[in-house]
């Protein structure tokens, strides 16, 4: 089974800037990031295939978020800038053992973290 341990969170003021880091203890292909707000549902969040190539972003994110990976630490990375009070979320990242890209999909990834709390507050 691989782990996914996720780092990186804390509170910020709105328009700082905060970087996640993900660590596989495996080898994982399709990788992605996704929130959780209280009393909401999770979201997606950004996504990066295996070659690093190809990345997707949820709208809301665009233009602030960037998604990386470096597969020889096998991390992958969520810099988040222009942070807003409504990215305030617990931040997972998730790992798919058999896709190259998995995009926005949840159901695609078989493996998640415990995830790392965000809080951005006005």
């Known amino acids: 089974q691989v782990q996914l341990v996720e780092s990186g969170g804390g509170l910020v003021q709105a328009g700082d800037s905060l970087r996640l880091s993900c660590t596989t203890s495996?080898?994982?292909?399709?990788m992605g990031w996704f929130r959780q707000a209280p009393g909401k549902e999770r979201e997606f969040v950004a996504a990066i295939s295996l070659s690093g190539s190809t990345t997707t972003y949820a709208d809301f994110v665009k233009g602030r978020f960037t998604i990386s990976r470096d597969n020889a630490k096998k991390t992958v990375y969520l810099q988040m800038n222009s942070l807003k009070p409504e990215d305030t979320a617990v931040y997972y990242c998730?790992?798919?053992?058999?896709?190259?890209?998995?995009?926005?999909?949840?159901?695609?990834?078989?493996?998640w973290g415990q995830g790392t709390q965000v809080t951005v507050s006005s």
């Open positions: 998730a790992g798919d053992p058999d896709r190259s890209y998995s995009g926005k999909d949840a159901t695609y990834y078989d493996y």
């Open positions: 495996g080898r994982t292909k399709g």
